[in-house]
């Protein structure tokens, strides 16, 4: 059974800093390039940043270069560290497998605002 266990969002002040987790289980975690998206309602979710096995990364331009995604294949677990937030940055945070799986977990929301 697969499980995408999403966890370390909140709220933050502009300029502030978060890391988000996402613990996995039902997939062979270490032969997957994993993903970490974002959406926000009323909006296509959108592809923040990739992570392929070995560690090739890759993300989206409007990161530039504030977040790093990193991933520990031991646990189960890829992690986004998010440096400089801004409100732009407000939204539910979900990891995925690249290409997605229909499932998706529940998102950790993060909320960017003073």
């Known amino acids: 059974q697969v499980q995408l266990v999403e966890s370390g969002g909140g709220l933050v002040q502009p300029g502030g800093s978060l890391r988000l987790s996402c613990t996995t289980s039902?997939?062979?975690?270490?032969?997957?390039?994993m993903n970490w998206y974002r959406q926000v309602p009323g909006k296509q979710r959108e592809l923040v940043a990739s992570?392929?096995?070995?560690?090739?990364?890759n993300y989206a331009p409007f990161v530039k270069r504030r977040f790093t995604i990193s991933r520990d294949d031991a646990k189960n677990t890829v992690y986004l560290q998010m440096n400089s937030l801004t409100p732009e940055d407000t939204a539910v945070y979900y990891c995925n497998k690249n290409p997605p799986l229909s499932f998706w977990g529940q998102g950790t929301q993060v909320t960017v605002s003073s």
């Open positions: 039902g997939f062979t975690f270490s032969r997957s390039t």
């Open positions: 992570i392929a096995e070995p560690t090739y990364v």
